[in-house]
């Protein structure tokens, strides 16, 4: 079964606090669409090599875990969609009294680690990374010559493709020559801005997450880019921001991305500030449209009436947990508010969970 953000961020939470006295907490990624039975022989030969550890008990720990977690992949019939994450190992706090504890997901998005570990902790990383992930922007740095495209998602930079322009570097002098030179070069200037709007078109144009796209280059290329409108207007309409760049490779996407810090930041801000407007618009302007405070909200989303549940980040964990159960079975989206702005304060204020209705109860 696909696990939520909540109950990644618990499971997290949760295997934080374990420490292994050695190296006996094992990490098993899976990734999607990998086969669940290669695993199952990678980890047979990993016992096999664990028998060679020299401590007797870190050597049954470590080989407990391994024989616990294959034993519960014999029960998947076949890969699961997103992949899988799987925890075991010995938490005990007392040296020579074992606890072997198991765990398992499928996360809420495909995974695309595949990973073993042996460790004094668990490798968490890539759900952390996954469930920081709401939506992604799209990344372009280009010049005359070259174009990378990437994408960011949460912390994590993707070259999705690499191009360029085939424009020769020199120029011959002399009358005509050089005019036409200069006419062939502004041809293929063109050509190669159409072929980089294409490119994003096939990559950006159906992509859900998609929140905005950054373009980065030197100052008059990127302008007659996207002043040039080779982009179609609904990609048009998602640049939201122009960053001056030397670097048109893979590097230059990096830079790219520290330069706009501050532009993304806003977009987080921004993104919350819109969410409470439309709480607060939904509860001033409609009649028994919307509910204010755990009891209401709770009761709402048991007549499953729910479109959408506010939650503050300061909420209550155990409420926080109960009201998103109930949202992901009746089917109602659910948005966390910070107090970082000063709307989300002032949500938190009235208390801190609402909600916007489908219909009165």
């Known amino acids: 079964m696909i696990s939520t953000k909540t109950q990644v961020t618990e499971l997290l939470e949760e295997l934080e606090k374990y420490k292994g006295k050695h190296t006996e907490l094992v990490t098993v990624y899976i990734a999607a669409g990998y086969d669940v039975v290669s695993v199952q022989k990678q980890l047979e030969g990993e016992k096999a090599t664990a ?41 005990s706090p007392v040296e020579g009294v074992p606890d072997l504890q198991f765990w398992a997901l499928e996360p809420p998005h495909p995974l695309n680690t595949r990973l073993y570990r042996c460790d004094k902790e668990f490798v968490l990383d890539p759900l952390k990374q996954m469930i920081e992930v709401e939506e992604v922007f799209g990344l372009l740095v280009m010049d005359r010559k070259e174009a990378t495209i990437g994408l960011l998602e949460g912390k994590l930079i993707q070259v999705l493709q690499k191009m360029t322009s085939g424009i020769p570097s020199q120029i011959r002098a002399g009358g005509q020559s050089a005019q036409r030179f ?27 997450k998609l929140k905005g796209i950054i373009v980065g280059g030197p100052v008059p290329t990127k302008d007659e880019f996207i002043n040039g409108e080779y982009l179609p207007v ?22 790219l991305v520290e330069k706009s810090g501050e532009l993304l930041a806003q977009q987080e801000i921004t993104k919350e500030k819109d969410l409470v407007k439309e709480y607060f618009g939904a509860l001033k302007e409609t009649h028994g449209m919307a509910a204010v405070g755990f009891p209401d909200t709770k009761k ?59 219909f009165k109860i």
């Open 182 to 208: 200069h006419r062939i070069t502004e041809g293929l200037t063109k050509e190669f801005y159409k072929r980089i709007a294409d490119e994003m078109q096939k990559i950006f144009l159906t992509m859900p």
């Open 51 to 91: 028998k060679n550890i020299k401590s007797a008990t870190t050597r049954k720990n470590v080989i407990d875990a391994l024989e616990k977690i294959i034993r519960e992949l014999k029960n998947y019939r076949g890969s699961p969609e997103n992949g899988l994450a799987l925890f075991c190992g010995n938490i």
């Open 234 to 255: 609904q990609l048009g309409k998602k640049v939201i921001g122009r960053i001056d760049l030397g670097d048109a490779s893979e590097s230059g996407l990096n830079e």
């Open 300 to 358: 709402a989303l048991e007549y499953g009436a729910v479109q959408k549940v506010f939650m503050s980040t300061k909420t209550d964990k155990n409420i926080q947990k109960e009201l998103m159960e109930m949202a992901v079975n009746s089917g109602a989206e659910v948005s966390i508010i910070s107090t970082e702005t000063v709307e989300g304060q002032q949500f938190f204020n009235i208390g801190g969970v609402g909600a916007i209705l489908r």
